[in-house]
């Protein structure tokens, strides 16, 4: 059974940064991707950015040049590199992992395994 654990979220001020890690118990290169996702309350849960075994990247475009999402694979380790917070990225940061054949890029219930979760909160 594969085991996400993310840290890093927090309290931090609007322009702010914060890098969330997400530490994989198995070996990241094996899944098709490893996702951030975020749910504010009263919203659906929705992909921000994501890391392809082949190291492609996709950034929602509200985040995009602001996010980065990077991987360390020998130390199975995801990050999600926030700058120039804005109060709309409050939210739960999830991190996820998605199967092989599994299509990444389809919403939440593509991603097989998930983290507990990191609260991010941006104030003015």
């Known amino acids: 059974q594969v085991q996400l654990v993310e840290s890093g979220g927090g309290l931090v001020q609007a322009g702010g940064s914060l890098t969330l890690s997400c530490a994989a118990s198995?070996?990241?290169?094996?899944?098709?991707?490893m996702g951030w996702f975020r749910q504010a309350p009263g919203k659906q849960r929705e992909l921000v950015a994501a890391?392809?075994?082949?190291?492609?990247?996709y950034l929602k475009d509200s985040v995009r040049g602001r996010f980065t999402i990077s991987r360390d694979n020998a130390k199975n380790t995801v990050f999600l590199q926030m700058n120039r917070l804005e109060r709309d990225d409050t939210a739960v940061y999830f991190c996820?992992?998605?199967?092989?054949?599994?299509?990444?890029?389809?919403?939440?219930?593509?991603?097989?395994?998930w983290g507990q979760g990191t609260q991010v909160t941006v104030s003015s």
């Open positions: 996820a992992a998605a199967e092989s054949g599994r299509r990444w890029y389809g919403g939440a219930d593509q991603y097989d395994y």
């Open positions: 198995g070996d990241i290169f094996s899944f098709n991707a």
């Open positions: 890391i392809t075994s082949s190291g492609g990247t």
